[in-house]
């Protein structure tokens, strides 16, 4: 059984930064692409980000520049780093552990809170 469990986020002013963690055990963490994906109140989950098993990453264009998506192998762990938050980044971040065009077919995490206030 997979399990993810997602930490990190928290309430930033608008300008700030988090980094978002999502730690996977259960499988071979190489094997797939992770991804991110956000969910605000009264709106439908969306996708965020993804990385492939090389690291290359792919983002939806309202965070490209800001986001940068990592992943440390070793740990099972990736990371979402968050610059230039926005209040529209307001939002649940969920960690998914399969991702593929832009929609997560693995196992979800508990989600973590994001608030950037203006």
């Known amino acids: 059984q997979v399990q993810v469990v997602e930490a990190g986020g928290g309430l930033v002013q608008a300008g700030g930064s988090l980094r978002l963690s999502c730690a996977a055990s259960?499988?071979?963490?190489?094997?797939?692409?992770m991804g991110w994906f956000r969910q605000a109140p009264g709106k439908e989950r969306e996708f965020v980000a993804a990385i492939d098993r090389s690291g290359a990453s792919t983002y939806v264009d309202s965070v490209k520049g800001r986001f940068t998506f990592s992943r440390d192998n070793a740990k099972n762990t990736v990371y979402l780093q968050m610059n230039s938050l926005k209040p529209e980044d307001t939002a649940v971040y969920y960690c998914?552990?399969?991702?593929?065009?832009?929609?997560?077919?693995?196992?979800w995490g508990q989600g973590t809170q994001v608030t950037v206030s203006s």
């Open positions: 259960g499988r071979p963490f190489t094997f797939y692409a």
């Open positions: 998914n552990t399969d991702v593929r065009g832009k929609i997560g077919f693995g196992s």
